[in-house]
């Protein structure tokens, strides 16, 4: 969780633009290994937390300090690449959006005195969060009207998938049927209230998007 906490570590000075040269490849999210190994962890290859969006979005950047930027630039990993096997490498991505310099006096104001911009970006040609033998899905539970206590989510495989990997959720199996159980911390919502668990598969053939059963426990 330092990590985390500690995030202005992967700060980095005197790169005058050229990131490519101070960050080798496998190191892109622990900024070159700074700080003495503190973000290390991020590099690891494994499951990405994703989000569905369209092609045409925006990335929102939030600065409490108010400092503004020279330039601010959005990059998505190119189609085919698989963070389960793959350490992220510059040839990975592609540049989708960027802004040049932009005081922040130019940015949007935010009720805790910190400025937050938006960054159009486009990256058309994605297929979504699957590549040869493997996938990721996310799944959104919504409560209803009233509050509820637990919940079960359920859907059958048609052509074989496994599930190989989960988060925030309990994950079990019979036959082609997959049932999907909150975790103690996720299943009590409020009226209209949301949580979101995913998992990793493996698949071949095909794999088409089954339906899905959601039930209260």
Request: net charge neutral.
């Amino acid at each position: 969780m330092s990590s985390l906490w500690n995030w202005n570590g992967l700060f980095r000075e005197g790169v005058a633009g050229n990131h490519q040269g101070a960050i080798p490849d496998g190191q892109l999210c622990s900024g070159g290994r700074t700080e003495g190994g503190r973000y290390n962890a991020l590099d690891a290859v494994g499951a990405w937390k994703t989000s569905p969006v369209s092609s045409n979005f925006r990335v929102r950047l939030y600065d409490q300090a108010s400092h503004g930027a020279d330039y601010i630039r959005v990059y998505v990993t190119k189609q085919g690449f698989n963070a389960l096997t793959q350490p992220l490498g510059w040839g990975n991505l592609e540049l989708v959006g960027q802004i040049g310099n932009t005081p922040a006096s130019q940015w949007t104001p935010e009720s805790d005195g910190g400025v937050s911009i938006q960054i159009p970006a486009n990256a058309p040609g994605r297929t979504g969060n699957q590549w040869s033998g493997g996938f990721q899905a996310d799944v959104t539970v919504t409560a209803g009207g009233s509050a509820i206590r637990g919940w079960s989510v359920s859907w059958t495989f048609a052509n074989g998938q496994q599930v190989t990997q989960a988060w925030n959720a309990t994950v079990s199996r019979s036959g082609d049927t997959v049932v999907a159980r909150n975790v103690d911390y996720n299943g009590n919502l409020g009226a209209g209230a949301s949580t979101t668990f995913g998992f990793t598969g493996s698949w071949n053939g095909s794999n088409p998007v089954p339906v899905v059963a959601c039930t209260t426990a």
